[in-house]
């Protein structure tokens, strides 16, 4: 196999989320997060695991920006916090804004790109107890949030994202109750994702019109697929995960429309749901929810191999074994059944099919994007990772990275245009409801000492990005 480069401007980067490696969760200012209170809710996370003090990050951030120029990471895409900078979502604090302020110093200062998200997933817990997402106000401030960023960073960083997986803040949390707030109703993740979308075309309005220039969304994106394609039961299945996860959200962003199938599903199992949701979309809210960006961030783990019929065999994957009762995110759920494809999977269960990314950036350029690049802001995996004499050997990382930058050039080939890959993630981190229990990183953190180790799949990827080809 002959290597195959990539374009001069292709920028490889790496990804955290500021409650997942910070830590620091209660100092200089910063008040609490809904994640900060779900992670005390009895069961809701593994081992009752928080981000107290997850990788300390915020303490050793300059270290953890010299590990990235050492493996010649060219962009790092980090998020900040709501609650740090604007306590309860109230006034400015001014060490909040400072820690960010040394962060993207010290990344400049090393040659690398900051690639900022506002929010993911750490609404500040004040918030939510005036009603959270499922509230208009939160959308104003929001934007009042964005705009104390942009005062404090706009004269460093050009890379601005709005929010980071909006189907995780909507339904997985407000419908699913799998994360913060841990709510658990139809209404409220249709509100909630309603409200995510128009914080961000605000905030993107608001941005722009202080001059910001590069301005994006993170979508998580999946291909739905019907096990037998000839099978109506399972194509609708497709249809219903296909709507629910992308098309909800790739719609109003690029159509300016909710996808009238799927509010026509939900309508059937929850009609007064559905009222409220209708409702609450004001004259001029999908105007703003479609303002043009600069580019759509699509992050791609793994596809969905569903059918009408449930699996004659068990399926791995889904949610984190807690002690809460798990609802399913999807409004529409009537049939939908995952079933096993024999590739192989992450120990999150999760499928491995690089081929897969190759197809969904595809149909988002051709159905969706039009001339607004592609972004792949997040990809990884997790893996059964061990430290031993100083080497972390994980194989299936090592590959998983490969292939998935392989699938990027196919796509290139192809003609989608697709400017950058971010690794999920830079650092073990704590795993959202599965806490310190699953390691993504290229570098493997040892909780108890901080020490941190590059395993074998972060030299690999610091040999393809100096080398800029597969
Ligand atoms: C996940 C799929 C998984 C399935 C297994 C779903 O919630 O999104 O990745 O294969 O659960 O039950
Ligand atoms: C999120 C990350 C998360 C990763 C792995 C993405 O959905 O943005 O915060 O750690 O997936 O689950």
Redesign the pocket.
């Known amino acids: 196999m002959t290597a195959r480069a990539f374009p001069d401007g292709f920028l490889f980067g790496a990804a955290t989320a500021a409650y997942q490696i910070e830590g620091a969760a209660f100092e200089d200012g910063r008040t609490a997060s809904i994640w900060d209170a779900f992670a005390r809710v009895p069961g809701a996370v593994i081992d009752g695991d928080t981000g107290d003090v997850a990788c300390d990050h915020y303490h050793r951030y300059a270290d953890d920006v010299a590990l990235m120029k050492g493996l010649g990471i060219q962009t790092y895409r980090f998020s900040t916090s709501w609650s740090r900078v604007r306590p309860d979502g109230g006034a400015v604090n001014r060490k909040g804004i400072d820690f960010y302020s040394r962060l993207v110093d010290e990344l400049l200062d090393a040659g690398i790109l900051p690639w900022l998200t506002l929010y993911h997933w750490d609404l500040p817990q004040a918030l939510e107890e005036k009603g959270g997402w499922t509230s208009r106000d939160t959308v104003e401030r929001f934007v009042e949030y964005a705009g104390t960023m942009h005062d404090a960073l706009g004269d460093r960083v050009t890379q601005w994202t709005t929010l980071n997986e909006p189907w995780c803040s909507s339904f997985l949390s407000y419908t699913a109750g799998a994360h913060a707030p841990g709510r658990q109703s139809v209404r409220d993740g249709l509100l909630a994702a309603h409200h995510l979308l128009l914080a961000h075309g605000s905030a993107v309005q608001e941005l722009r019109g202080r001059g910001a220039q590069e301005l994006g969304l993170t979508l998580n994106l999946t291909n739905a697929e019907a096990v037998d394609p000839d099978d109506s039961a399972d194509v609708d299945a497709a249809r219903r995960i296909d709507g629910q996860f992308n098309r909800w959200f790739l719609d109003p962003v690029f159509r300016a429309t909710y996808p009238g199938d799927i509010v026509e599903d939900i309508r059937a199992v929850d009609a007064e749901a559905v009222a409220a949701f209708e409702g609450a979309v004001r004259d001029g809210d999908l105007a703003t929810i479609s303002t043009p960006l600069e580019f759509l961030g699509v992050n791609y783990y ?1 596809g ?2 569903v059918s009408g019929r449930p699996s004659p065999v068990p ?5 984190a074994p807690t002690d809460r009762v798990i609802l399913s ?1 999807y409004p529409s759920h009537d049939a939908i059944h ?1 079933h096993e494809r024999g590739l192989e999977r992450t120990n999150m ?3 491995i099919e690089p081929a897969g990314l190759t197809r969904l950036l595809r149909r988002v350029a051709d159905e969706y994007v039009g001339a607004t690049p592609l972004y792949v802001t997040e990809n990884g995996a997790a893996g059964d990772d061990a430290l031993v004499d100083g080497v972390v050997a994980d194989d299936q990382r090592v590959a998983f990275v490969r292939d998935h930058i392989a699938a990027i050039r196919d796509a290139l080939d192809e003609g989608v245009d697709v400017r950058g890959y971010f690794y999920w993630s830079l650092l073990d981190n704590y795993e959202w409801a599965w806490g310190y229990a699953k390691r993504f990183g290229i570098v493997h953190v040892d909780y108890a000492t901080q020490r941190r180790t590059v395993k074998e799949s972060g030299r690999a990827y610091a040999r393809i990005i100096a080398a800029r080809a597969v």
């Not at 399926?315 to 949610?319: A, S």
């Open positions: 793994h969905e191999y399926v791995p994957g889904g949610d995110p995952w269960g999760w499928e």
